[in-house]
């Protein structure tokens, strides 16, 4: 089946540093990645749509600057966290959807972010 | 914008009891899928349903999709600790194709 990776699974940092979370599918090719946030015992909110060789779609309420996404490839795609902040710290879930195979999304792994 | 409400949030069941999470969009779906996540982990996906009306069934999980296409229901017939998790349901807006995540229902199951 569909598998998707994400790296790092867990990451620390400081206050003001950057911090870039992979996200690939592994056996397939993603035309559309999307990217999610999840607080503890919430829902996943939608941050942003990445299409391979164009510019991300934000959500309203998301930072474009603060939250840069790149998606390089049709395998991966890349959220990077700029300048992050306590507040940032959360839950990262990317997807991927295999433009063959119809609307179903398949989740990597996630990223949980803490910042100190 | 588009809303996908979910209720209820939480469910505690004695094993063997049966379980049902809804699921209501404010506007019509091209589709709906739904996802289980357990503690801990990233969301898995279990079906999706397209047809007005349409019943589906997974073993014990049947999946419902509204005639009107905007709301859904998920039901378990005599759960299992092994059905413990939150139960996510997602909508396919017609118009953009974006996954609109519901609340999500957690479940418990007592042995």
């Known amino acids: 089946g569909a598998v998707v990776s994400q790296h790092p699974s867990r990451v620390i940092c400081k206050s003001g540093t950057s911090v870039k979370i992979e996200c690939r599918s592994l056996?397939?090719?993603?035309?559309?990645m999307f990217w999610y946030r999840q607080f503890p015992k919430q829902s996943l909110m939608l941050m942003a749509t990445?299409?391979?060789?164009?510019?991300?779609?934000?959500e309203q309420g998301v930072e474009k600057d603060k939250f840069l996404i790149n998606h390089a490839s049709l395998t991966l795609s890349t959220l990077t966290v700029t300048s992050a902040h306590p507040e940032d710290s959360s839950f990262y879930i990317c997807?991927?959807?295999?433009?063959?195979?119809?609307?179903?999304?398949?989740f990597g792994p996630g990223t949980r972010l803490t910042v100190l | 914008g588009q809303q996908v409400m979910q209720i209820p949030q939480y469910q505690h069941v004695q094993e063997g009891e049966d379980f049902t999470t809804y699921c209501n969009s404010s506007?019509?779906?091209?589709?709906i899928q739904w996802y289980k996540q357990r503690p801990g982990g990233h969301p898995v996906f279990l079906i999706q349903?397209?047809?007005?009306?349409e019943v589906k069934k997974q073993k014990r999980l049947t999946f419902q999709f509204g005639e009107a296409k905007k709301n859904s229901s998920l039901h378990i017939t005599a759960t299992q600790t092994t059905d413990v998790g939150t139960y996510f349901c997602?909508?396919?807006?017609?118009?953009?194709?974006?996954?609109?995540f519901g609340q999500g229902t957690t479940l418990q199951v007592k042995p």
């Open positions: 997807s991927a959807r295999d433009g063959g195979s119809g609307d179903e999304q398949f």
């Open positions: 349903l397209v047809k007005s009306g």
């Open positions: 056996d397939f090719q993603a035309t559309t």
């Open positions: 506007t019509t779906l091209s589709n």
């Open positions: 997602a909508g396919n807006s017609s118009n953009t194709g974006k996954l609109i």
């Open positions: 990445s299409n391979e060789g164009s510019k991300a779609t934000y």
